[in-house]
């Protein structure tokens, strides 16, 4: 079945470091694929797409691209901010299927000052 | 506009009681999901509804149901409440099921403790 497979948290870093966080899947076919942020005590939200290979997301700073070659969509940022502390889902969400997303377990980021 | 609403956002219940809590989606979508998401888990998917029916069910026993109003909004039911059901439930609207590169965008969930 479909899987989405996370590095484990936490992530720690300092303000302005560069921050990527890994994430590889299983599926068949073309998925969809997410990363979501849940801020303390929020639900999810979106934070950038890709819908097809080579695709890059982007959105706040932060990019993740698209590479069927190796399923993966790891997450990007240049320079982290304190705000950014959270916690990172990637998902994915198979063409032709059900269109309900799987999620990976989360990886926590920590961004100290 | 107003985004993807979920009452109520904390609750505590015992053991073998019921719960009942609701979801309002996002303007213009119709398909609404449940999903349980256990402290340091990612979310679960419980089951979806589209058109006030079940349409997809993932592995949750049958001690959790679901309503889906002509408004669209929707409700979730746990019985016989077990410490385990203890989680954050987060529900999540769609305007089409059919789109699998579809925006999915998530209230803020409600937080229950089985104690």
């Known amino acids: 079945g479909d899987s989405v497979t996370q590095m484990e948290g936490p992530v720690t870093l300092s303000e302005e470091a560069f921050l990527t966080i890994n994430c590889t899947y299983t599926?068949?076919?073309?998925?969809?694929l997410f990363w979501y942020v849940q801020y303390p005590g929020e639900g999810l939200q979106l934070l950038l797409k890709?819908?097809?290979?080579?695709d890059k997301g982007s959105n706040k700073g932060f990019e993740a691209t698209y590479r069927k070659e190796t399923t993966s969509f790891h997450l990007e940022k240049g320079s982290v901010q304190v705000s950014d502390s959270a916690v990172y889902f990637c998902a994915l969400t198979r063409s032709g299927g059900s269109y309900i997303p799987t999620f990976g377990r989360g990886t926590s980021l920590i961004v100290h000052p | 506009d107003a985004g993807v609403t979920q009452s109520p956002t904390h609750l505590i219940k015992t053991r073998g009681q019921q719960v009942t809590l609701r979801c309002s989606p996002k303007s213009g979508h119709d398909t609404v999901s449940w999903y349980q998401q256990a402290l340091g888990q990612g979310p679960q998917f419980i089951f979806q509804?589209?058109?006030?029916?079940?349409?997809q069910r993932g592995n949750f026993p049958d001690r959790f149901s679901g309503h889906q109003f002509p408004n669209y909004s929707s409700e979730l039911n746990v019985n016989a409440l077990l410490l385990g059901d203890s989680a954050l439930y987060l529900c999540a609207s769609s305007p089409d099921r059919g789109s699998s590169g579809n925006t999915i965008y998530f209230g803020e969930g409600s937080w229950l403790t089985v104690v």
């Open positions: 890709a819908t097809k290979a080579d």
């Open positions: 509804y589209y058109e006030e029916e079940e349409r």
């Open positions: 599926a068949t076919g073309y998925p969809s």
